[in-house]
T-cell receptor, first 112, second 115 residues
Framework: SQELEQSPQSLIVQEGKNLTINCTSS?????LYWYKQKYGEGLIFLMM?????EEKSHEKITAKLDEKKQQSSLHITASQPSHAGIYLC????????????FGKGTKLTVNP | DADVTQTPRNRITKTGKRIMLECSQT?????MYWYRQDPGLGLRLIYY???????NKGEISDGYSVSRQAQAKFSLSLESAIPNQTALYFC??????????????FGPGTRLTVL
């Protein structure tokens, strides 16, 4: 079964700093979703990457998909306290399964 | 108004009790899901349904049952709750017809504690 490993597990940064979160798949990626979760709340869809080399941005958050490396990275520029939360990546396993598999999440703390 | 709602938001119960968690959606989506989230384990799929007549087990369905009463409603039941079912439960919806990316939309979660 496909597994998604996120790194780092947790991250503490000072406001204004840039940061990167990685999501690595044990199998070929056919698309990857990024979600953000505020502590104890529901998940908010950020973006989906479907093609190798694809890059998408939403405000100060940019995500890229590297199919060869079976990896996606999420980069936040000039972090703000509002960026704090848990970031999760999700993907559909190879073979067209309809069951979305999630990484365990990266907890981001942004200190003012 | 929220598109995906869950009730209750918080529940404390005792071992052996029957519990039902409810999920409603106004998005008109045909697919609905139940997940649980545990610290260090991430999100795990319990059950999913692609339409009213379709119910499928996820990776951790033991001890749970579901009912898809209508396209908009998907309930999760714990017939006899046990302490290791203490978790944060999420309902989600999706619809490949309206979204080519098939992203899932999540409810706010139900925090369940089994004593």
């Amino acid at each position: 079964s496909q597994e998604l490993e996120q790194s780092p597990q947790s991250l503490i940064v000072q406001e204004g700093k840039n940061l990167t979160i990685n999501c690595t798949s044990s199998k070929t990626l056919y698309g990857l979703y990024w979600y953000k979760q505020k502590y104890g709340e529901g998940l908010i869809f950020l973006m989906m990457l479907q093609k190798g080399g694809e890059e998408k941005s939403h405000e100060k958050i940019t995500a890229k998909l590297d199919e060869k490396k079976q990896q996606s990275s999420l980069h936040i520029t000039a972090s703000q306290p509002s960026h704090a939360g848990i970031y999760l990546c999700g993907a559909f396993p190879q073979g067209g399964s309809e069951k979305l598999v999630f990484g365990k999440g990266t907890k981001l703390t942004v200190n003012p | 108004d929220a598109d995906v709602t869950q009730t209750p938001r918080n529940r404390i119960t005792k071992t052996g009790k029957r519990i039902m968690l409810e999920c409603s959606q106004t998005k008109g989506h045909d697919r609905m899901y139940w997940y649980r989230q545990d610290p260090g384990l991430g999100l795990r799929l319990i059950y999913y349904s692609f339409d009213v007549k379709d119910i499928n087990k996820g990776e951790i369905s033991d001890g749970y049952s579901v009912s898809r009463q209508a396209q908009a409603k998907f309930s999760l039941s714990l017939e006899s709750a046990i302490p290791n079912q203490t978790a944060l439960y999420f309902c989600a919806t999706s619809d490949l017809r309206t979204s080519g990316t098939n992203e899932q939309f999540f409810g706010p979660g139900t925090r369940l504690t089994v004593l």
